[in-house]
Structures are given as C-alpha cells and as structure tokens.
C-alpha cells in the first residue's frame, strides 16, 4: 500500500495469502515509500541490505529471480497506473475481479467463484476508488448479472461481459 495522506492509500499488489514475496526491496538506499499489511497471522524476517547484496554475489541465479519477480511487478505497477489513467472505476474493478478470478478463482456450475475474503475498502485501495463507489459499482454488476455476491465470495457469472467492461473507457 502507497499511502500519500493520512487515511487515504492506493494498494499496487494483488492481496493474496500465498504471497511470500516482498515488493519493497531495499537495494537502492532510497526511503521505504510503502507499508506491507499482513491478512493474517504472519512470520516477518528482516534482511540487512548489506547481507543481501552478500547473497546475490554468492548466488547469481537468485539475481535472476529477483529480476524476473521485479519485470513482474514493473509490469503489474505499469497496468495499474495506465488503468488509473484511461479507465474509469467499473473497469478498474472489473479488471482487478478478473485478475482475482484467474488467480485464485475456482469453477463451479454457474461461473467462477473467488472466496479472497477482500473488503469493499481492501477492493477500493486497488483501484484507487473509496469505498462507497465500489460498493455502488459492485451493486451495478450484481444488478446486471456479471456476478453475485455472497458472503466472502464473489462469483464472475458471466465472464466474456465483465472483460468486455475492462475494455469499456
């Protein structure tokens, strides 16, 4: 989460509970400009930059890693951006309900179900929206039958049209 005032936050990095990566590496020196938020319970190891740079010498396939996760998260930061830039907040959500769908979405008989357990406010960070108006986007999708809405669940129902509105600008 990128915070720029008191209260108000835009989230850069999918919230997922399998995530074991950190998106803030210290390497340049510069100050940290982002907080981490545990979901849950979590086990969190501290690595002096110094030791850090030690290892990457001592092990060059995990320079390759680190770039190969950092390309990745360039890419994913570059999206959100140009999102925030040329969509509007029902294709942000849209796009951000799909990327959790694919992510973490199971099949089932009526489309596909995503049990990420994220709040309106946790959504709204992602898309950089309050929450009032991902509430009211979300009621607009429900009310259009691109997904349901259930407790901690959120099923895509009819997937080709909510990409179609990722597209809409």
Request: zero cysteines; hydrophobic letters at 45%; proline letters at 4%.
């Amino acid at each position: 989460m990128a915070g720029s005032q008191p209260g108000r936050s835009v989230g850069v990095t999918p919230a997922r509970r399998d995530r074991h990566e950190q998106d803030h590496v210290g390497i340049d020196e510069s100050p940290g400009s982002a907080d981490a938020i545990a979901l849950e319970l979590a086990r969190v190891f501290w690595l002096r930059r110094d030791d850090f740079l030690h290892f990457l010498g001592a092990n060059p396939r995990a320079v390759g890693t680190l770039l190969a996760v950092l390309s990745r998260r360039l890419r994913h930061t570059t999206r959100v951006v140009q999102d925030a830039t040329f969509r509007d907040v029902p294709g942000r959500l849209a796009r951000v309900i799909l990327d959790l769908a694919e992510a973490e979405g199971r099949p089932a008989s009526d489309g596909i179900v995503v049990a990420a357990r994220l709040t309106q406010t946790e959504l709204a960070a992602m898309v950089g929206a309050s929450r009032e108006t991902v509430n009211k986007v979300l009621r607009s999708f429900e009310r259009n039958g691109l997904l349901r809405m259930e407790r901690g669940t959120i099923t895509v129902v009819k997937v080709a049209a909510l990409r179609a509105r990722t597209d809409a600008m």
